[in-house]
């Protein structure tokens, strides 16, 4: 890797990471890479200690809805690599530090196994398994707050194929929400936008006091990515 200087006529330097083309390197993985190295949000993560820019998605939303507070009892679906936890353990209280709040739970289930994350309890388990939401619910202790997901269907290079792939496993975890969720609680899931995720929110309206739809400013701008956020589970 080089670094390129480009120099403006008032005498400004505008430095970019250059990712050089390696043998047997597709020109795919070789953009991939140079958008990876010159991501802001991939840069702080680093430095944050965060385990990926996705946890700057989470702390948006909650910055505006308010879902992760003190004592709620979180499930995060499809956890790997973990930024999700990382962000919701101090908002929860899930390690008790805040002497004068109340003290949450979060479980993490991925179907791969991933550190440890202090404050957190993660367990290898497909969550569409016969019995998955009984396991998580004996876990908790009981029914969870907020059910959040930021799981995305394998990438088939299809992006009908992708989006319908993404819609199907959004709407498998909202099933699952229906079932683990206390009254009053709050899912929150990665869409793709598109025409196929009409079903879902009409799914999530009859379910839901409160149906919303953003687009965090980490996410990508040319991404078609977005978040639903449904608040206050009917039971």
């Known amino acids: ?17 250059r990712v050089k083309s390696a043998k047997g390197r597709r020109l795919s993985s070789t ?24 946890a700057f998605k989470i ?12 004592g709620a009892r979180v499930v995060d679906l499809g956890c790997a690599p973990g930024g999700w936890i990382q962000v919701a353990v101090p908002l929860v209280n899930s390690l008790g530090t805040r002497k004068s709040k109340e003290v949450g739970t979060i479980l993490g289930i991925d179907l791969q196994e991933i550190d440890p994350i202090p404050g957190s309890d993660i367990y290898v388990l497909d969550f569409l398994d016969e019995g998955a939401d009984d396991k998580v619910k ?30 199907n496993l959004c709407e498998a975890a909202a099933y699952f929400a229906f079932d683990v969720l206390e009254e009053g609680g709050t899912f929150v899931a990665k869409v793709l936008a598109g025409g196929a995720e009409g079903d879902l929110q009409k799914l999530l309206k009859e379910k839901f006091t409160k149906v919303a739809n953003a687009k965090p400013p980490s996410s990508r701008s040319n ?9 206050g589970f009917r039971g």
């Open 138 to 167: 004996k876990w908790l202790g009981g029914k969870a707050d907020v059910v959040m997901s930021d799981m995305a269907a394998s990438s088939s290079g299809h992006k009908q194929t992708d989006h319908l792939r993404i819609i």
């Open 59 to 70: 702390m948006e939303l909650n910055e505006k809805y308010r879902f992760l507070v003190p």
């Open 31 to 54: 953009l991939w890479l140079d958008r990876q190295l010159n991501d802001p949000y991939v840069v702080r993560a680093k430095k944050e200690g965060y385990r990926g820019r996705a």
């Open 1 to 17: 890797m080089a670094q390129e200087k480009k120099t403006s006529g008032r005498g400004l330097r505008d430095l970019r990471t």
């Open 223 to 231: 991404s078609s990515e977005k978040f639903v956020v449904a608040m």
